[in-house]
């Protein structure tokens, strides 16, 4: 009914307008990593224009989250990614050297915590980073956590994904030094109400020095943890 | 304007009514302690008037539970009780022999937990328990928690207090192979919403052979810890 | 993108690393039953390859629960297991002797509770307990519950199941003086939220010796049941 | 800053404006009472001017809600009320003879119920009806509720005041064949969340005929249980 | 695993045990109408199993509420009922000559309304009372409302089912002198939240006579109604 | 079972009776648009018969919204519609000229809520006003936002659409004069909890000169805007 | 502990600098007013240097919003402000002639919610409107509303402040073509849940037209009236 | 009633048992940071004994936060302490010389934030950071926020504090490539919920970078904004 939406407008303003979609090109020297693309509720058609503009201007790396595992099958037709189906994590470009401080850690409460964790592992590759991971360690079997207390204590940061009561941020957080990404994750029933209690949780933990990323936003502790291994770089 | 309150209707049926209330004097035979009285939206006079109906029909021990000070200072002057302001309760009679199974432990994640602890460990040893008190053991510090697993580990039932993100509960949950009644508590601020936080974490604990009681419930866990501590008895 | 799974790192902490998992095997010891499995989250291949990893470390019993019927299906094919549908339990091993107190008795409200209530029930007897159900009870027919009555005070623990306004489990716990087990379930519609109306009913009944697991956990009911009517033992 | 109140604008339409107020005349023809004013937020000098505009043109009952002790003593120094501090209730004019179709039964869980209970009661004899009063027959000593059955059997309409998990309602309504009025109450503490526990409990009633109004509404359950014992006259 | 249901335990005590559902028989004559069964989370096994039971033991009129078309089918090659999709309402047996005091009303805010509108309806006539439908006539164009003004003062009783805000109740509620019941419904998006805006509305109705039922309770409004219309019968 | 349906009752009131809906005939008049077809949870046969009834009394434009694609097919097959499949909007009748005061923005905070604008946009479209759309200038890359001052500025009113933190209505509101409606989307996961965070966020913004509508509800916001831009006529 | 404030730093980016607050000094040229004071939380201290930076730079106009009547009376003592008590409003400065386009009608449900509506009123007037006030016209007295019908129709812009049910908005939204702002208040007690439940409702109105502020918030709605009955100018 | 509390038990643990309280000794070692006191809840003795204790052993710098003036001026009594009546803490000991990475910014949207964010400023100063106050930035001025885009861009970590919509999070994380922790306030009114508008608004901030605290915790923001300044030392 209606078509106002012009493309290509302001190349000068740092954005290439493609009318759905602004794509940034300064944030690579602006916020420290090139434009990530948020998969959920995109088009692929879309997600492609805006790859495709991305290489046009020499932008080598992007991350696509939340993209599924049929959309990843049409977009690499034409533009080459790599796809992780658990992560739920496309990949345009290479993963780097690892530039930062040190090692991030991350840690799941259980096996079912995994897809979370690794889109925040795998987030924090891309972004010049060590990662370790420290599955299923949650705090019914305490003995599982304590036996990984020197891996956690050298940690320069440390993203603990949890869901359920989401004690695993505090326990953590009691046992070590290092600044505390608190991730909480869906995985539960009833009561969990989709990850509110282990948000709950999190935001009301008792250990100092954490803080808390929104339910299921792997990608987001990655990308803090990132930052912050970075951090005076 | 109305006043159609009948008293003394019907001792054969198990209770006396006082139009405001019905006094159930067949409670320590079906249920295994005497009347416990709410004491919160009760005034003193009808406290006073219940104690006294009590009293009359043979009942030796009595207690009231969210008692304000000013109103046991009251009852004092009319029926001789106990009182301990920091768990709110008041007594009339004595405390029993302990003839539980074992003892019950009542830990408490921090100092701010204490008087709901004691609401709990007061109502067990009326109800003729041993109880071992532990508080201040939370997760933040597990060396605390880790230092007394012990006498953890001997109770027969674990009443375990905690507010904020309430994690206590699964950390205690899984060490031990006994039951454990979990309180939440109101303590915290923000996020806490009054309780809970610590409530949905305790309920989605990932430690099995846990169960949860209202927020602040201290008498209601002391009871039921109780209850199992006198199985089959 | 990444792999730093390490497998079998560490028997000697009571536990073998998958990667993916660490089975617990010191469980048993610990806390009275074998690793129970939770199979939602998890694939079919990780449920079997933890089964497979118990077997070989002598674990005769392991429970999974919350198993899909495909799952279990697809299991079936490589360790042998039995299935429950209606409770989507699956049992690797057999059912041991009753060894427990007493009797657990398993009441729900009504026929649609009665899921959750299998799983419970097969729980407590998967963990050695003499189990006798009572069906749809609920309230809206008290003559239905009061006929039971015998029965529910012969038991040493009950489980009280009932979805929409969940008041089973504070009319038993009038009539009994044995602990309640209170299992909420999401049976119900509109203004029941998924369970959340009975869950906090059964958190605020006013019938003392009561406590609560999550909603439709009937698996954590069962399990508590056990340990109580295992209690001193 | 601005006045631009209009007063006795328009009495033919049935109101009289007081500015702040449009005092309803045609109420009683319309609904078969007369206006009933809210004490709670209107200042005393406001609830003064609508009794006198309400006396001034013949209305001789009105019902006066959620009035303080405070407001009611000032305004009896200008108008003659009757006053019920523990209804918080005031009344103009006198209490009619009983013509409804029966009697209504209004009873409570508790004894920190009656407030409410007493509201609802007291708005019922005055809206003319025969009232009889049951309290402290909750469920936690269901021979308590069942001593009475007679009585609940033979009214005509039933309201049934309960805070905490409010299965007050659900256990009369599976008794009687009369319509039953459910009124949670905010007595309570910690899950109760200020009467949101009884509330939910009593939407979700399994007991058909039962139906709802807001918490410690008890006003509004008696003009309700008053209309319905008027049905057809 | 287990097998310890009894069958047809006490006809004596009013209802015939089939294990998973105790068939109560003695309803007719206690609530005034034969067993209603909710349809939801049952098999089909079950419905036809309880239907015959009622069947044997002379039950004539059983009505089945959310009942699929599909469980329907296969009920009727087995028992003869009736179903009407729109309200998923299956009947067996016949709809009596209305002996009501008068009419009920059932009038809706929308289109959309309808399906809840006709399980209240329906389940009206099935207990006897003469229905009137007055559908679409939402606040949102008041003179549709106002023409039906003859019709609604003319009810004995109304049922004023609506979604989105709920206001009907509220602007029926002001114009009439009979009782109201209201029926939030779930039509409606983003922030109705599943029914709770228009469940909280009618709840909060400044309308005096004015009841709550659960959201897209059709079949509870529709029975209170009955109710009401039948009451000092 | 029932079948009271009234067909063309009252013409003169202003409406046609269809018995499932009374079709507004003088809206138009009365609030300066025609019907506008709320589509989620009408069938199809009703959607068309409403069309046909407001074609057979000379009402040119008629709007339908949360139209499925499949219900637009059938649709077609009977009355000529348009249908744009984003905005899941059909139209009936033409798009007059703009004879709004000024033009109305439609800005998103990104891609994904672009569906929700579309239908602001093409419901002010189809009310006579001209609208430019700003899709993806959301908060997180500022300068996108601030390129776009001048259009912003320029604007008779704001339509700002946004979900997860619903930031931009406060941004823009900040830079503006003109009035702003900010309509919340559902687009988010986790803690965004269906756009209820995006609601909270734009009904607290600190920027004057802000309303809001339902969440998702770009018709509303639409409606609302172009009333704006005919203020006065 | 620590002294970093800088003041007076940067007159030429529109604002000055006291430390704890940036005087805006632009605002009026930006947002066609100047600074408006909100009073929560600021001590009488920070409101007069405010008041005393605007004065200095020749803002005459200046409001203070939730200003409580100790604090007015100290600030009286320095700078010359007028105070309304009710509406808990401050003004330093005069009010302008009304140069909108046409009225602004503000409209209650209750007498209580009377202040809300007067913060609305006020701060329309103060900037440049004529306002007409009509209250206690809500939905149970529907006769009351439609005698001012005229007056409504007349309005250019509505503002309808209610609580409860919030029906109010809902009721005028459809009688009438101009915009409509809906404020929910904090009237009512129970399931109103502090205007949750009036908010809720007025999110969800059926009556297109409508859009909503914060509860409680008759500052937004009498600002964004005033903008849109400056639209164009 | 009881009192079983043992002291001094076990100093080789690394803390001191005073009964109500486990002083930690070892945190210091551990954590980085020596005890921390949590004063709400705790009565003035049970502070001062921690203090005291505190000092025998050798911790010099202690911080007590949520401290009443009331209770700070009863300890000074005995223990010398530092006390800032606008962020309620508490100090005993020294500030040392800053040896962070490099500087704090800490900024606020509002003046009513300034009490949270001063919590948070002064806790990083305790442990040994540089710290930026930019206060009053929100978003609302967008030209405020952005004269401070040079101090914003030179942080190593910032820490933004806002109360209602929190959009202040959203907007400097766009703008910056450092960690942000961002702190919801319960700053505003109606559906700001106590900061739980806020709270989400952070938790779903489209600006990567960002993790949040506790409502109100500027404690916790400053304590994880110092363990980010020193991330690796």
């Known amino acids: 009914m209606a078509d106002d939406k012009e493309t290509n407008k302001s190349p000068e303003t740092g954005y290439v307008d493609l009318g759905f979609a602004k794509v940034d090109l300064a944030r690579q020297k602006r916020q420290g990593m090139s434009e990530v693309i948020y998969g959920a509720g995109k ?3 879309e997600i492609i224009a805006i790859l495709e503009t991305m290489q046009a201007h020499g932008q080598e790396t992007v991350l696509i989250t939340r993209l599924s595992e049929e959309a990843a099958g049409k977009i690499r037709e ?5 796809y992780d189906a658990r992560a739920r994590l496309g990949l ?3 993963i780097p050297e690892p530039d930062g401080i040190g090692t991030i850690v991350v840690a799941t409460g259980g096996t079912s915590d995994i897809p979370v964790a690794e889109e925040a592992a795998m987030t924090a590759e891309v972004m010049g980073n060590r990662v370790r991971r420290l599955y299923d360690v949650g705090v019914a079997g305490l003995h599982r956590t304590l036996s990984h207390l020197d891996e956690l204590r050298e940690a320069t940061v440390i993203v603990a994904v949890a869901g359920m009561e989401g004690a695993l941020a505090s326990v953590i957080g009691g046992l070590v030094s290092c600044p505390v990404i608190a991730v909480p994750t869906s995985v539960g029933y009833g009561a969990s109400f989709g ?6 949780a999190m935001l009301n933990s008792c ?3 954490t803080a808390v990323v929104n339910i299921d936003n792997g990608f987001g502790a990655g990308f803090m943890a990132s930052r912050i291994n970075h951090v005076g770089k």
């Open 195 to 200: 990850g509110l209690s282990a948000l709950l």
């Open 78 to 82: 034409v533009v080459p990614i790599r």
């Open 43 to 45: 088009t692929t058609e």
């Open 207 to 209: 250990a100092s020095g």
């Open 92 to 94: 345009m470009g290479g």
